[in-house]
Structures are given as C-alpha cells and as structure tokens.
C-alpha cells in the first residue's frame, strides 16, 4: 500500500484526522481497503495489508457498494487467493481523491515540523492528552539515577525545579531507558499522598516532602479531597478522612507539606 514518505521530525500520517460530517465521522479502515484492493488486486492480499480478516474485508466490500449506490469494486469469491478484485473507475477517482488528502495532510505537517514551536506544542499535545487511573501525574526530567542491585533511585525535576524522587526496580530504569535528561511522568494516586502540618517537624521515612498551599477542598461523607498548589506551580491531589480536614485545618491559602514515598511514585515515559 502506498506510504506517505516525511522527513519530518515531528512524525507522519499514516491515517487521515477524522472528519466530522455532523453525522459521524469518516473512517479511514474501509478507505484504506479500498486503496489496497486497488494495488494488488485481491480481496484477500488487500485483508492481510490492513490487518483485517478476510471475511470482515468482504464484509467491508459489500458496505461500501451498497452504500455508495454503485459499485466501487468488482470482486468475486473463489480463486487462488481468494478470488480476484479491481476498483471500478468511481472507486479509483474516490481513492485518488483519499490519496490527495493524505498529501495535502503530510505536506501541511512538513510545513510545521520546519517550526521548532510547533514541533515543542505538538509534544505537548500528545503529553496532555496520556490518560491514567492516577489522579496526580506530573511531567519531570530525570535529573539523577543511582542504580542499586535490585532496585534504582531515580531523581526528577519537575516545574519549579523541584526534585521529586522515585524508586524502581533497575530492570524497569533499563527497559524504560531512563537516563539524566529523559522527560517523564510521575503517575501519583491521590490515597498515597501523606498530608502534615507545614511547621511539622516529625522526621518520616517519606522520600519526598513538598510543601505548598490548600488551593480547594472537596468534601465528601467520609473522605475529602484537597488539592495543593505546590511551590513550583504543580498541582496535587490528596484524599483524605474528614477528621483530618478538621484537625489539620486544612482551608483553602493555607500552607501545608505533602509527604510521598519514593516507592509510591510510578513513572511512565512516552513510547
């Protein structure tokens, strides 16, 4: 199937962006089908090229005759192979026209990859967009690793330049490649962050004390949840009982201190 070539550092479309009609969006999957019946020719080769079977791409075939209200391939079952395919000229001129898109599409991301902004927003398009189960993730640059036996110490700078510390096996630092420099991010579940008064002076075996400031707190009938604004502008969140809430009083704009273990921080990294 015809690829789209891209010197771009930025990356390269290997599907057009979704089109909302205002009834549903176009799907490039029978596209792409009809594109690969096209080059080779069978209904059958076309299937393993898109990585579907060859049942569900005769099933494609089918829809898109019916639905476009003339044919767009002329196919039959049986065969070597699994019988022989060609588009009709509508369905080449429908094609040529998906194949113009893409160019159109790949010659725009050129464009902006020559922009070293939009190469910088683009990273972080895709960095805003992780989703995760951890309430609290934080984006940081490996400022340290210290490798052990089993197990590494991993240092992070996050915004504010503050150091944010984790622990992990040395098999994950390896296979994550993690090294002074990497960008992370710190995945931190809300129950495992530790709430003290800021003038606490009680020495914790927690790895990580950042102070900040109640920014809100959202009751609930047995827990609450506070979110902190840290010193170097971070958010974080914290569940914790309702007593608490009362006997730290914790209110908004006022100072408290967050502890978090190093075992208790997970760090993920982009693929």
Known sequence: MTQLASTSPLGHFIAPFALDTGTGEISPRRLSLLEAIGELGSISAAAKAIGITYKAAWDAVEAVNNLAGRPLVAAQHGGRGGGGAALTEEGHQLVEHWQQLRRLQQAWLDNLGESRDAEMAIALMRRITMRSSARNVLHGVVDRLVHGAVNSE??????????????????????????????????????????????????????????????????????????????????????????????????????????????????????
């Open 154 to 271: 991993v240092s992070l700078r996050v915004a504010g330049s503050e150091l944010v510390h984790a622990i992990v096996t040395r098999d994950s630092a390896e296979e994550l490649e993690l090294e002074p420099g990497r960008e992370v991010q710190a995945l931190i579940k809300a129950s495992w962050v530790i709430l003290v008064a800021a003038d606490e002076t009680l020495r914790t075996s927690a790895r990580n004390r950042l102070m900040g400031r109640v920014k809100r707190v959202v009751a609930g009938e047995v827990n609450a949840e506070v979110i902190i604004e840290l010193t170097g502008g971070n958010t974080l969140v914290a569940i914790v009982t309702r007593g608490s809430v009362q006997e730290l009083d914790l209110q908004e704009g006022h100072e408290v201190c967050a502890l978090i273990k190093a075992s208790h921080i997970i760090l993920g990294v982009q693929s």
